[in-house]
């Protein structure tokens, strides 16, 4: 999910104060005891991310996955996280998915709070991984020349949102349980310039991605990998939505990459726009602005 | 604040599944590198754990401190903290809080997540911290024969919070800023049997504490410090108030603490109550018991 939020932007507007060193747009960070911890938290709160009477194994799934995805984007091993629950009538599902979560990724649970509240219910999680890799991968490296690339498909987590919503026969796994690239990102972070993980869609998270490193990609929409059962018509908003978690990285011109991935676009000195899409700037609203 | 959760008692119901593996009841200890990281995640919910109208300041310096609190508990040194947080129409003045609670208590913001949400607000915040003493205390390690002592008042964030409830002129600073006794802990680790902070209050913690150690703690309340605005008559009623943070340890016999505390107690042998006050075991509803 995303960290572009109001509250670290507020926090930023406080430097040179302490409370503002250190803050990252993803993960921290922390140097400690010889070795790199990585740190991330995401929440998630009842009827904003996810449907009401949704199965909550499944929305536990995605919190763990989530964030976990976070780390993968940092080349970094799970090392275990911290729950943050409120309590519900519906608690036994929710810890059989996070059971079914943490077994998948073999990731313990550290510690946690729970809370009771009345309205809608707020989750989150703290995870934390051990850098695989340093530097630790950013977003902020892509240099004009690098080649633009993506582990897999976006606009699953959309099929499978309409068909869990609309109740229809089609897949809907790849919205409720999607997989974190955990060894893709381990793979990738020694060789990569720049990576992040598609949270929020592909084209606001590469609009990032450039901003971040001052320079502009250009997408050929031709090279990005779709589900095969996404009408063409629906491309262009498949780029725009998010939850699909796959990893977005730039590498040295002439490097491939050591896993399968497709390549979608090239990093150029900066022009008006973060990214230009098959020749044209793209129209606004690239994807899920979380505040 | 408690951990002593439904949740984490469903979670210890998976075992041996690798997810309750490492659970503890109040932080989490995690070998990393060549040093020990403490980690704790506390949860605050508007309605639940601050006066509906309260200054956002004083909430966010509360859900800091509380942090703080249980790192003091284990004897570490505070490195940061992740926060989430739901947006609101105060904000500004809960980053006003948060600002200065981090600069009291010179810890970084590392990173974190926020959200919109309609309903109660709800706030965690996750805390790290780096363990100065090994093996780390916990409240499990209290001997027959060990005295039992306390760092402060208990009662104080009781009066606190019926000034600041009822808009009277008495102090109410005790209740809202409280402040976690970092520099105790760390003086007090090296040489404790067991620690923790008194957050649910001083009864329930105790009980908690010899429950945890098998063993039985005899409490004189006559040697129970008291805020000196506390009416006699209502002694028992601070013994099971929260909130103020003072830490509650036990030392081998004849040991004395390097630090002001007061002896409130002694260790036996479990007897059919995990503790004895004045010589009776005491009513039932011993503290705030949070889920």
């Not at 009771?116 to 340093?134: E, K, V």
Request: proline content about 9%.
């Amino acid at each position: 999910m995303s960290k572009e939020s109001a509250l670290i932007a507020a926090l930023r507007a406080l430097a040179p104060h302490p409370a503002a060193r250190g803050l990252q747009d993803d993960c921290a960070v922390l140097d400690f005891g010889g070795e790199t911890m990585i740190l991330t938290h995401d929440m998630m709160v009842e009827g904003v991310h996810w449907l009401p009477g949704q199965d909550m194994a499944d929305v536990a799934w995605k919190l763990v996955a989530a964030n976990l995805s976070d780390l993968a984007a940092k080349g970094a091993e799970p090392i275990g996280v911290l729950l943050g629950f409120t309590l519900g009538e519906d608690d036994t599902r929710f810890l059989h998915g996070l059971n079914e979560a943490l077994t998948a990724f073999a990731v313990p649970l550290l510690g946690g709070d729970t809370v009771s509240a009345n309205g809608p219910r707020s989750l989150g999680l703290t995870a934390l991984g051990r850098a695989t890799c340093r530097p630790v991968p950013d977003r902020r490296g892509a240099s004009p020349g690098d080649t633009l690339w993506l582990t897999g498909p976006v606009g699953a987590a959309m099929l499978g949102f309409e068909a869990l919503r609309d109740k229809t026969d089609a897949s809907s796994t790849a919205f409720r349980r999607p997989l974190p690239r955990l060894a893709e990102g381990r793979a990738l972070a020694p060789i990569v310039t720049a990576m992040m993980d598609v949270s929020d869609g592909l084209l606001i998270d590469a609009a990032r991605m450039a901003q971040a490193s001052a320079i502009t990609f250009a997408i050929n929409s031709t090279n990005v990998p779709f589900p095969a059962s996404l009408p063409p018509a629906r491309q262009d908003e498949a780029m725009r939505w998010g939850d699909d978690y796959e990893l977005l990285f730039t590498l040295p011109p002439g490097t491939n990459p050591p896993i399968p991935a497709h390549h979608i676009g090239t990093a150029s000195l900066p022009s008006g726009s973060p990214i230009i899409v098959d020749g044209a700037v793209p129209h606004n609203n690239l994807g899920y602005m979380h505040d």
